[in-house]
DNA sequence: ATAGATTGAGGACATATGTCCTTGCCCTAA
DNA sequence: TTAGGGCAAGGACATATGTCCTCAATCTAT
């Protein structure tokens, strides 16, 4: 990464990209033309980045890699694009890792910057909060899905909704919803009872009379390994 | 649905939220409470809404459903919720249905209410289209990846790629490239052949000494049913 | 040119998941 | 009480997909 000090090239792109009226003057003081090379990283995942870019040359790769090894590439990103705004707004760490695929140019501004804005236009905000959040979830959903299978989503799940009754009453489920359940994780009603069979013989879970009651936790947490629904928010009971 | 004329009860909605602040009174004006009772639907998928609906009681189930019928539940959303906002702002066609779990209600915005905005805060206007863009395009790599088996998903990626290219020069691919084409349809490398391999056999496609050649792109069509990538935006070219 | 190294295609097998159907349970209406 | 009707659970089988391995082609260094 090599930070250009050139505030010409910047206008350049911004008028290339028709952005002259996007950005107001106070904030173009604080932008810095950023080179990367390929194979270069721009955000690394798990980390909290400062810097929001505005790709305006080149292409990136955007991937996830799951704690076993796996990779799932989100995209391929090329002009206009944003990176990192997602994370950046909310201050929450990088879902995913982005590398320059070609020699590429981004716009960075320092998410400092930004703060200002948490003031001005509360509607756009609010709507901008909402909207990155739902993001965040939405990309946690979509990698978690492709890249584990029925048995771990399940168990994930089975902890969200579970969580929140501790070891007293523990949680239980009503068939119907399981059916809801099922679709939700994405699969067959036939698949989910396989899986949940299996959660019954290891004694993760107890099925009586239509509902299905979490009895072992910890042996839940084990199936799903870490990766836990992060936030109960947006995966919502059933 | 009901409508329901009561600025006091939107007023009390708003202060239980902490959202006094965010509506600035012009925004007030224009807003309606609805009621729906439960199974009643909201937002239907394939429309165009009208109005975007803020959940401030109750709970509602979204959900995705394919032209051959398969669902795919996205979420349940509780209060605060937003509803139907990204494809009020972008004027796209709804993807997901939504319906009343229990009795809900919301209060409604007309989207006539929002373009007054356009105006305002450029920069946050900017990240706020770009990150509903990126929403949207997500939620459709979502539900298609969940909801069809990869020989659909890579008829559709080589359809998206293979669509400049007029009869003329037919698009191909690389070999390197058809590791991350495995990878970003979320499957692997070895299975992605197989498909292709049938892909041949069908005369869909040609490979040859390391690249792969797009030969009948109706019959890829056929493949990929009506599942074409919305946009090639967001799934560059690899 | 030749040996080793690298890489892509594909075979063989295991696993994950879907579809269809059967069974038995519970409920309701006469 | 009894005959259906509906529905949940699970069996049987088919299909989709993943993993591991092998073989051959290509490349590279000497």
Known sequence: MKEII????????????????????????????YRFEP??????????????????????????????????????????????????????ENLNTVTAVSAVETIGIHK????????????LRFLLDMVTHKFYLKSISLSFNLLYPVEVRLASYLLS??????????????VSKLKDTANLIGTSYRHMNRVLQSFCSAGFVVRRSGTLVVKDRQGLITVAGRNIYESAEGREHL
């Open 6 to 33: 050139d505030m010409i090239r910047i206008n350049r792109y911004l008028s290339e990209f028709g952005l002259e009226e996007v950005f107001p003057e106070p904030l173009r003081q604080h932008m810095i033309l």
């Open 112 to 123: 400092r910057w930004l703060s200002q804005y948490r003031e001005e236009a509360p509607f």
């Open 39 to 92: 194979d270069e990283t721009l955000i690394l995942q798990g980390e909290e980045s400062q810097i929001l870019f505005l790709l305006v040359q080149g292409k990136v790769k955007v991937y996830t890699t799951s704690i076993e090894g796996k990779t799932l590439l989100i995209n391929f990103t090329t002009p206009l694009g944003l990176i990192g705004e997602i994370e950046c707004l909310k201050g929450w």
């Open 161 to 174: 909704i579970s969580s929140e009754d501790q070891n007293e009453i523990q949680a239980s489920v009503s």
